[in-house]
């Protein structure tokens, strides 16, 4: 370990560490809302809707990320749409979390009893406000686990961006290593860092349970004590 030359590429570490916090914040914004469309398009009863969303789906989560990260930088160019490496990242990345985040949702959506569904039109209630109302506001308790370890997931993806020229925290470790031969340190503190956001999303997930659980309990069934009316052991 030489500290000295650890300081020296700080500047440049830290660099690519805001590139990998954009990048992946801007893939997790564009995964969420586009998963959270293709969901709610393969739980509806039109064909024309539920079919291109599991095509969708089943296509991008059988390619490899690393492959879709290729087509996008290399292959758009042969169709005269050349993106810069950033743009192709964020671009491959969010495709590819898309596929796998809507799964996620469905799951939640799919976990919530149908009867109140059926429920909420009897009492004409419009379509939307009973998902907004009544359905998502207790899929979201179930989603939050998988939606955060799909977050951290994609975080750590991101390091494939640096096989297109992206300059994120993975690339400029390797860059450092290349010129210096120290890979343990250089990549020890690319891990150091990459477990600093991880960490950050996990307190998150564990705080958003305890609130959630908190908002959304649901009462005992009859005859149960609740777990705040539950005696305590002496």
């Not at 950033?86 to 969010?94: I, W």
């Not at 109140?116 to 989603?143: E, K, N």
């Not at 096989?163 to 020890?188: C, H, K, N």
Request: with cysteine.
């Amino acid at each position: 370990m030489e500290p000295a030359l650890l300081l020296e590429y700080m500047p440049a570490l830290l660099r690519g560490f805001l590139i990998t916090l954009w990048l992946s914040a801007v893939s997790i914004l564009v995964s969420t809302l586009f998963g959270t469309g293709i969901a709610l398009m393969r739980q509806s009863s039109k064909g024309w809707l539920a079919w291109p969303a599991a095509v969708f789906v089943n296509l991008f989560r059988v390619v490899p990320a690393l492959l879709v990260l290729f087509l996008a930088f290399y292959a758009l160019p042969q169709f005269h749409l050349r993106l810069s490496p950033m743009t192709a990242a964020c671009l491959g990345l969010s495709v590819v979390a898309t596929a796998y985040m809507s799964e996620d949702i469905r799951g939640g959506l799919l976990a919530v009893d149908p009867g109140q569904f059926r429920a909420a039109q009897a009492l004409g209630l419009s379509s939307w406000h009973t998902l907004r109302r009544i359905i998502i506001p207790q899929a979201v308790p179930i989603v939050i686990p998988a939606y955060v370890t799909r977050a951290i997931i994609l975080i750590k993806g991101t390091s494939l961006a640096s096989l297109v020229a992206v300059g994120d925290l993975t690339g400029e470790a390797v860059r450092a290593t290349s010129i210096t031969y120290q890979p343990f340190m250089f990549l020890s503190a690319a891990a150091v860092l990459y477990l600093a956001i991880s960490g950050v999303l996990a307190a998150f997930q564990a705080w958003a349970e305890h609130r959630l659980a908190r908002r959304f309990a649901m009462p005992a069934p009859p005859g149960q004590a609740s777990p705040r009316q539950a005696p305590v052991a002496s």
